[in-house]
């Protein structure tokens, strides 16, 4: 059974950072692109972040430079540093896998931003 398990989450103040995790299993991690999603109360969940393997990397508007998305394909593992953290940044935060044939989601893991 494909599992993608994200944590890192957690309760930060303004300007502080987190760095999220995903670990990956049971599918070929490094054929699939791989990206961060988030969730926030009462709106739709929005992609953050695509690392799709090599260079490729893209990124929402609104991360503006304070996001970095990286993958390690030996430990099958996707993250994403956040720097400089806001107040709208408070979400569920998901991991995503995706190819062609298949999408693969994880339950989440809880980021909240407040003084």
């Known amino acids: 059974q494909v599992q993608l398990v994200e944590s890192g989450g957690g309760l930060v103040q303004p300007g502080e950072s987190l760095r999220l995790s995903c670990v990956a299993s049971r599918f070929t991690f490094s054929s699939f692109a791989m990206s961060w999603y988030r969730q926030a109360p009462g709106k739709e969940r929005e992609l953050v972040a695509t690392?799709?393997?090599?260079?490729?990397?893209n990124y929402a508007d609104f991360v503006n430079g304070r996001f970095t998305i990286s993958r390690d394909n030996v430990k099958n593992t996707v993250y994403l540093q956040m720097n400089s953290l806001k107040p709208e940044d408070t979400g569920r935060y998901y991991c995503?896998?995706?190819?062609?044939?298949?999408?693969?989601w994880g339950q989440g893991t809880q980021v909240t931003v407040s003084s």
């Open positions: 690392h799709s393997g090599g260079l490729t990397r």
């Open positions: 995503n896998a995706r190819n062609p044939y298949y999408d693969y």
